[in-house]
């Protein structure tokens, strides 16, 4: 079992609506960071949970972590949100970051 | 700031030659990572540096593969000798410890071995 999944793989969605991308994970963590990649391969970093809720524009991210579970939504979906979305957790024990295989998310105008 | 910087952003290499990528982390940012992304396993940590200084190497594939940060504000990956399989988008980040870790990424370096 891969210490860090995410869900769905693959999601296309309309423009304008609600979009969900779950993470869970099976290690204790320190912190769990939510990563976008655009097509042309830069990474940016949203957002870095280590308990509650964090929002961000039309971007909110929750974290449980007694279920080691995180969400990312996304608000009024709109085509330039079209990107690979990518979970990551650190452990308690380091520094590093265990990377999830990344949500494909494509928004139709 | 500038934020990290890599380079080269692309880097077409024949088998068997020596490639070495570079790069310079955000000032004042103590940790600095590695990363390697392919098609078949995402993003892989290789290594990771905390005040110059190798922490953790256990992500490094094999013995072609070497890292090393001689100061705070450069770092080099170098693979001798390249083989196809090694073509893959390679990133540098880095960080500080305490501020929550939220890491930045560099560009990368598009690695292209045929």
């Known amino acids: 079992k891969n210490e860090v999944e995410q869900s769905p793989q693959n999601l296309t969605a309309q423009e304008g609506e609600f979009i969900t991308i779950n993470c869970s994970y099976s290690?204790?963590?320190?912190?769990l960071h939510w990563l976008q990649q655009h097509p042309g391969g830069g990474i940016v970093s949203l957002f870095m949970?280590?308990?509650g809720k964090k929002k961000h524009g039309r971007l909110i991210a929750t974290i449980n972590i007694q279920e080691k579970h995180s969400s990312l939504h996304i608000t009024a979906s709109h085509p330039r949100d079209s990107a690979v979305y990518i979970c990551?957790?650190?452990?308690?024990?380091?520094?590093?970051?265990?990377f999830g295989p990344g949500t494909r998310l494509s928004v139709l105008p | 700031d500038a934020g990290v910087i890599q380079s080269p952003r692309h880097e077409v290499t024949e088998m068997g030659q020596e490639v070495t990528l570079r790069c310079k982390p955000i000032?004042?940012?103590?940790?600095l990572f590695w990363y390697r992304q392919t098609m078949m396993r995402g993003l892989e940590l290789l290594i990771y540096?905390?005040?110059?200084?190798?922490?953790?190497d256990s992500g490094m594939p094999e013995d072609r593969f070497s890292a090393k940060m001689p100061n705070a504000s450069f770092s080099t990956l170098k693979i001798q000798p390249s083989e196809p399989r090694d073509s893959a988008v390679y990133f540098c980040?880095?960080?500080?410890?305490?501020?929550?870790?939220?890491?930045?990424f560099g560009p990368g370096t598009r690695l292209t071995v045929l």
């Open positions: 949970l280590s308990s």
């Open positions: 000032s004042g940012h103590d940790y």
């Open positions: 290690v204790g963590i320190s912190a």
């Open positions: 540096f905390n005040n110059n200084v190798p922490i953790d």
């Open positions: 990551a957790v650190r452990s308690n024990y380091g520094q590093n970051f265990v």
């Open positions: 980040a880095s960080n500080i410890r305490g501020a929550q870790g939220e890491q930045f």
